[in-house]
Protein backbone atom coordinates (compact mmCIF):
# COMPACT_ATOMS: atom_id res chain seq x y z
CA UNK A 1 0.00 0.00 0.00
CA UNK A 2 1.40 3.60 -1.11
CA UNK A 3 2.39 5.76 2.03
CA UNK A 4 1.24 8.88 0.58
CA UNK A 5 3.13 10.70 3.10
CA UNK A 6 6.11 9.65 1.87
CA UNK A 7 5.58 9.49 -2.03
CA UNK A 8 6.76 13.12 -2.94
CA UNK A 9 6.80 15.27 -6.27
CA UNK A 10 8.65 18.27 -7.16
CA UNK A 11 5.88 21.19 -7.79
CA UNK A 12 6.25 24.30 -9.23
CA UNK A 13 3.31 26.08 -8.03
CA UNK A 14 -0.54 25.38 -6.99
CA UNK A 15 -3.24 27.53 -7.88
CA UNK A 16 -7.03 27.67 -8.50
CA UNK A 17 -8.11 29.24 -11.75
CA UNK A 18 -10.34 29.08 -14.48
CA UNK A 19 -9.26 26.00 -17.62
CA UNK A 20 -8.08 27.74 -20.24
CA UNK A 21 -7.92 25.17 -22.96
CA UNK A 22 -9.87 21.75 -24.20
CA UNK A 23 -12.97 20.53 -23.93
CA UNK A 24 -13.64 21.58 -20.23
CA UNK A 25 -12.82 25.03 -21.39
CA UNK A 26 -14.24 27.68 -18.80
CA UNK A 27 -14.51 25.29 -15.62
CA UNK A 28 -13.49 26.26 -12.23
CA UNK A 29 -10.63 24.19 -11.88
CA UNK A 30 -7.59 23.43 -9.36
CA UNK A 31 -4.14 22.96 -10.91
CA UNK A 32 -1.19 21.43 -9.94
CA UNK A 33 2.12 22.17 -12.20
CA UNK A 34 4.95 19.45 -11.61
CA UNK A 35 8.47 20.73 -12.36
CA UNK A 36 10.52 18.96 -15.41
CA UNK A 37 9.86 18.70 -18.70
CA UNK A 38 11.78 16.80 -21.77
CA UNK A 39 11.30 19.15 -24.27
CA UNK A 40 12.02 22.70 -25.02
CA UNK A 41 9.07 23.98 -27.02
CA UNK A 42 10.17 27.23 -29.17
CA UNK A 43 7.04 29.07 -27.77
CA UNK A 44 6.60 27.28 -24.21
CA UNK A 45 5.12 29.44 -21.68
CA UNK A 46 5.78 27.98 -18.71
CA UNK A 47 10.09 27.87 -19.16
CA UNK A 48 9.99 28.47 -15.17
CA UNK A 49 8.63 24.73 -14.95
CA UNK A 50 11.78 23.29 -15.97
CA UNK A 51 13.68 23.47 -12.77
CA UNK A 52 11.95 25.57 -10.04
CA UNK A 53 10.18 23.85 -7.54
CA UNK A 54 9.14 22.50 -4.07
CA UNK A 55 9.45 19.21 -2.93
CA UNK A 56 5.16 18.00 -1.73
CA UNK A 57 3.85 14.95 -0.58
CA UNK A 58 0.68 12.94 -2.88
CA UNK A 59 -1.20 13.56 0.94
CA UNK A 60 -0.18 17.55 0.86
CA UNK A 61 -1.40 17.66 -2.67
CA UNK A 62 -4.42 15.78 -2.07
CA UNK A 63 -5.47 17.94 0.48
CA UNK A 64 -4.90 21.01 -1.05
CA UNK A 65 -7.22 19.99 -3.48
CA UNK A 66 -9.96 18.97 -1.24
CA UNK A 67 -9.18 22.32 0.69
CA UNK A 68 -10.36 24.52 -2.29
CA UNK A 69 -13.91 23.08 -2.88
CA UNK A 70 -13.79 22.37 -6.74
CA UNK A 71 -14.41 19.55 -8.54
CA UNK A 72 -11.57 19.45 -11.55
CA UNK A 73 -7.95 19.51 -10.76
CA UNK A 74 -5.53 19.43 -13.57
CA UNK A 75 -2.22 17.60 -13.65
CA UNK A 76 0.35 19.78 -15.95
CA UNK A 77 4.02 21.09 -16.23
CA UNK A 78 6.76 20.39 -17.27
CA UNK A 79 5.92 17.07 -18.81
CA UNK A 80 3.73 15.34 -15.57
CA UNK A 81 4.66 11.91 -16.58
CA UNK A 82 8.57 11.99 -15.99
CA UNK A 83 7.70 11.70 -12.12
CA UNK A 84 6.52 8.55 -10.99
CA UNK A 85 4.90 9.77 -7.80
CA UNK A 86 2.38 11.12 -10.40
CA UNK A 87 0.74 8.01 -10.53
CA UNK A 88 -0.30 7.27 -6.90
CA UNK A 89 -1.23 11.18 -7.27
CA UNK A 90 -4.02 10.64 -9.87
CA UNK A 91 -5.44 7.17 -8.03
CA UNK A 92 -6.18 8.95 -5.12
CA UNK A 93 -7.91 11.88 -6.59
CA UNK A 94 -10.06 9.63 -8.29
CA UNK A 95 -10.69 7.65 -4.84
CA UNK A 96 -11.45 10.83 -3.51
CA UNK A 97 -14.06 11.69 -6.31
CA UNK A 98 -11.86 14.46 -8.49
CA UNK A 99 -12.62 15.06 -11.58
CA UNK A 100 -9.34 14.63 -13.43
CA UNK A 101 -7.19 16.09 -16.29
CA UNK A 102 -4.13 15.70 -17.35
CA UNK A 103 -1.84 17.38 -19.79
CA UNK A 104 1.26 15.51 -21.61
CA UNK A 105 3.65 16.31 -24.32
CA UNK A 106 3.20 13.27 -26.12
CA UNK A 107 6.20 12.00 -25.72
CA UNK A 108 5.91 9.71 -22.69
CA UNK A 109 3.70 6.83 -22.53
CA UNK A 110 -0.05 6.75 -21.71
CA UNK A 111 -0.11 3.52 -21.21
CA UNK A 112 -0.68 3.87 -17.15
CA UNK A 113 -2.57 6.93 -16.68
CA UNK A 114 -5.42 5.42 -14.45
CA UNK A 115 -8.88 4.91 -16.02
CA UNK A 116 -11.04 8.00 -15.36
CA UNK A 117 -8.33 10.32 -16.03
CA UNK A 118 -8.86 12.90 -19.22
CA UNK A 119 -5.71 12.96 -20.89
CA UNK A 120 -5.60 16.14 -22.84
CA UNK A 121 -2.14 14.50 -25.10
CA UNK A 122 -0.02 17.60 -27.29
CA UNK A 123 1.32 15.87 -30.63
CA UNK A 124 4.23 18.66 -31.38
CA UNK A 125 4.02 20.44 -34.65
CA UNK A 126 7.36 20.96 -37.12
CA UNK A 127 7.61 24.34 -36.21
CA UNK A 128 7.20 23.92 -32.40
CA UNK A 129 11.04 22.62 -32.10
CA UNK A 130 10.15 19.46 -30.30
CA UNK A 131 8.53 17.71 -33.84
CA UNK A 132 9.20 14.20 -34.44
CA UNK A 133 9.05 13.37 -29.93
CA UNK A 134 5.29 12.16 -30.65
CA UNK A 135 4.90 8.17 -28.94
CA UNK A 136 3.19 6.98 -31.64
CA UNK A 137 1.37 4.07 -29.65
CA UNK A 138 -0.26 7.10 -27.38
CA UNK A 139 -2.98 6.62 -30.45
CA UNK A 140 -3.97 3.01 -28.77
CA UNK A 141 -4.79 4.73 -25.12
CA UNK A 142 -6.98 7.44 -26.29
CA UNK A 143 -10.71 7.54 -25.90
CA UNK A 144 -13.60 9.55 -26.73
CA UNK A 145 -13.27 11.85 -22.98
CA UNK A 146 -9.62 12.05 -23.92
CA UNK A 147 -8.40 14.94 -26.31
CA UNK A 148 -5.38 15.72 -28.81
CA UNK A 149 -3.79 18.97 -29.49
CA UNK A 150 -2.08 20.78 -31.81
CA UNK A 151 -0.82 24.11 -31.33
CA UNK A 152 0.08 25.96 -34.92
CA UNK A 153 2.93 28.30 -35.67
CA UNK A 154 2.42 28.74 -39.01
CA UNK A 155 0.20 27.76 -42.17
CA UNK A 156 2.53 25.57 -42.66
CA UNK A 157 2.02 23.39 -39.67
CA UNK A 158 -1.80 23.59 -40.48
CA UNK A 159 -0.98 21.66 -43.52
CA UNK A 160 1.61 19.09 -41.75
CA UNK A 161 -1.72 18.77 -38.67
CA UNK A 162 -4.80 18.67 -41.65
CA UNK A 163 -3.11 15.75 -43.39
CA UNK A 164 -1.97 13.77 -40.34
CA UNK A 165 -5.59 14.40 -39.05
CA UNK A 166 -6.63 12.68 -42.16
CA UNK A 167 -4.20 10.43 -42.91
CA UNK A 168 -4.63 8.78 -39.39
CA UNK A 169 -8.23 9.35 -38.90
CA UNK A 170 -7.35 11.12 -35.52
CA UNK A 171 -10.75 12.38 -35.00
CA UNK A 172 -12.53 9.31 -34.68
CA UNK A 173 -10.12 8.55 -31.66
CA UNK A 174 -11.16 11.81 -29.59
CA UNK A 175 -11.59 15.60 -29.99
CA UNK A 176 -8.96 17.18 -32.05
CA UNK A 177 -8.33 20.37 -30.85
CA UNK A 178 -6.22 23.22 -32.61
CA UNK A 179 -4.42 26.28 -31.17
CA UNK A 180 -2.66 29.18 -33.22
CA UNK A 181 -0.06 29.96 -31.02
CA UNK A 182 -0.52 32.70 -28.86
CA UNK A 183 1.24 35.80 -31.21
CA UNK A 184 2.04 33.97 -34.26
CA UNK A 185 -1.00 32.91 -36.14
CA UNK A 186 -4.00 34.68 -35.97
CA UNK A 187 -6.98 33.23 -34.81
CA UNK A 188 -9.18 34.18 -37.75
CA UNK A 189 -7.22 33.21 -40.46
CA UNK A 190 -7.01 29.67 -38.78
CA UNK A 191 -10.52 29.68 -38.23
CA UNK A 192 -10.78 30.23 -42.28
CA UNK A 193 -8.37 27.80 -42.75
CA UNK A 194 -10.75 24.76 -40.57
CA UNK A 195 -13.62 26.17 -42.70
CA UNK A 196 -12.25 25.81 -46.21
CA UNK A 197 -11.21 22.02 -45.57
CA UNK A 198 -14.55 21.47 -43.71
CA UNK A 199 -12.05 19.77 -41.11
CA UNK A 200 -13.45 18.00 -38.04
CA UNK A 201 -11.99 19.52 -35.20
CA UNK A 202 -12.19 22.19 -32.26
CA UNK A 203 -10.24 25.82 -32.55
CA UNK A 204 -9.46 26.39 -29.49
CA UNK A 205 -7.98 29.87 -27.98
CA UNK A 206 -6.56 30.10 -24.02
CA UNK A 207 -9.49 32.02 -22.55
CA UNK A 208 -6.38 32.42 -19.16
CA UNK A 209 -4.70 34.69 -21.63
CA UNK A 210 -8.16 36.40 -22.71
CA UNK A 211 -8.68 37.12 -19.05
CA UNK A 212 -5.53 37.87 -17.83
CA UNK A 213 -3.03 38.13 -20.42
CA UNK A 214 0.65 36.51 -19.80
CA UNK A 215 0.43 36.05 -16.37
CA UNK A 216 1.93 32.84 -13.68
CA UNK A 217 -0.32 31.37 -11.65
CA UNK A 218 -3.75 31.74 -13.85
Not at 189 to 207: H, P, Y
Amino acid sequence: MTNLSQTKLRVCETFSSIQGEGTHVGVPCFFIRLTGCNLRCNYCDTTYAYDSGTTTSVEELVNEWRSSRLPYVLITGGEPLLQPGVYPLMNTLLAHGAKCLLETNGSVSIAQVPRGVCKIVDWKTPGSGSGGSFFVENLRYLSRSDELKFVLTSRADYEWVRDLILAKGLNNLCPVLLSPCYGAVNPSELALWILTDKLDVRLQLQLHKVIWGEKMGV
